[in-house]
């Protein structure tokens, strides 16, 4: 196993100085940096692969599409899917979520139905259910959170018994405070109860393995860019029959088999989901990063970052007037916190000053902040190429620009 400076090296965005100081990157959770192998793959795809997919029969052609196919097919591993056709590609996470919306939502619910989402939401999992409930005459119930940042269970079974739901959208982590929710259970729970589950997984892919068969998802959805991959990738997984039942999202090329002024018939899976000429070389650059995930020791990550988070929260919690967001006893490498008489942006900016960046701000996530009575907080996130000396350094700075607050 590399050393931690080994580590770090791999990421060459963090050696680097930020107004006149180590950079310290602590907004992992919004996105996470990229492996120089992940950074010479998109290099190699523009520089020597370059030709659009699937409909060339060319040597260039011929190369990018085995290359893109091949970030399919190790995606499948990643999360134990039982096909790599089950593998749609999409531009993110909101663009997964989205595609199920629009196309297991409008095939299947009719007025009265109910979907639930809970009080944790990114708004990406809440607005697309919104939409479609709106249209079909459905209605969006809310899965309340405890004071603690969990959720409340007994509430979440209690809303399936009493009501007809026809899908429940929840996240896997909290992008805003980072409580990990037991989908386990929930997923039981939904089904027990004759509803389908979706699951927005943006936040735990980085943090933890994944089984979609043995967890018994319907639907999963990921970005690649909090994978350390490229932006503009996503993952949407779903059960085949799912997927085969579902309407195309959109109409163009690839999506097709037969194009006639008098009747068209779709392509099979994945290629149903996926018009058009799709993100071929951040697709194929973001297989680096599952090459790069498995050069490190298995179980090595989470062991680091659960470290960072213990030594974070001891060291965050020695300052005067600081309170965290979400206390959940299971929750990833995220501190969302307040400091009494100081604003999250001030704090912010200042740190920024120091070479420290953090997020500040309601996370695209309002309706949970509404529940805290709060207008935002400050967010510090980790990944396992952060260290305890960053952590040292940020509450060092942490604490000076409270004093020049207050």
């Not at 100081?21 to 950074?39: E, H, R």
């Not at 290359?67 to 593998?87: G, M, N």
């Not at 996240?171 to 927005?200: C, F, R």
Request: a negative charge; proline letters at 4%; one cysteine or more.
């Amino acid at each position: 196993m590399a050393s931690i400076e080994q580590i770090r090296k791999d990421f060459p965005v963090l050696d680097q100085q930020v107004n006149g100081s180590p950079l310290i990157y602590f907004d992992n959770a919004a996105t996470t940096q990229k492996p120089k192998l992940v950074l010479d793959a998109l290099n190699k795809y523009y520089s020597e692969d370059n030709a659009n997919i699937h409909r060339g029969i060319h040597a260039l052609a011929e190369r990018a599409t085995a290359a893109f196919e091949l970030t399919r097919k190790k995606i499948q591993s990643f999360l134990h899917a039982a096909s790599s056709d089950q593998i749609i590609f999409t531009s993110g996470t909101t663009a997964s979520i989205n595609l199920v919306a629009q196309t297991f939502g409008r095939a299947n619910f009719e007025a009265g139905d109910k979907i639930l989402v809970s009080n944790l939401e990114h708004h990406s999992n809440i607005v697309p259910w919104q939409m479609i409930a709106l249209e079909k005459g459905a209605e969006v119930l809310v899965i309340p959170v405890l004071d603690s940042g969990v959720l409340d269970l007994d509430a979440y079974q209690k809303l399936l018994q009493e009501n007809t739901v026809k899908l429940v959208a929840v996240n896997h982590v909290s992008n805003a405070i980072g409580t990990i929710n037991p989908i386990q259970e929930m997923i039981a729970l939904a089904h027990a109860h004759g509803a389908k589950i979706l699951i927005d997984g943006a936040q735990s892919v980085a943090h933890m393995d994944m089984d979609v068969q043995r967890f018994d998802m319907d639907f999963f959805a990921f970005s690649a860019h909090k994978l350390f991959g490229p932006t503009g990738v996503g993952v949407l997984y779903g059960k085949r029959d799912l997927l085969e039942s579902m309407p195309p999202y959109q109409g163009g090329g690839e999506m097709i088999k037969e194009v006639s002024f008098t009747g068209t018939t779709y392509n099979e899976l994945p290629y149903k989901f996926e018009a058009g000429t799709p993100n071929i070389a951040d697709v194929i650059a973001f297989s680096a990063s599952f090459d790069y995930l498995n050069s490190l020791e298995k179980g090595w990550v989470e062991e680091q970052e659960n470290a960072l988070l213990s030594y974070a929260t001891e060291q965050l919690s020695q300052i005067e007037g600081l309170k965290i967001i979400g206390t959940a006893p299971n929750k990833i490498a995220v501190i969302s916190f307040l400091i009494e008489g100081t604003h999250p942006q001030d704090i912010g900016v200042l740190l920024d000053k120091f070479g420290i960046a953090i997020r500040t701000g309601h996370h695209c996530a309002q309706p949970l902040m509404q529940r805290f009575d709060i207008p935002g907080t400050c967010r510090a996130s980790f990944s396992f190429y952060n260290t305890k000396e960053e952590i040292d350094r940020f509450v060092a700075c942490l604490k000076r620009v409270v004093t020049m607050l207050l």
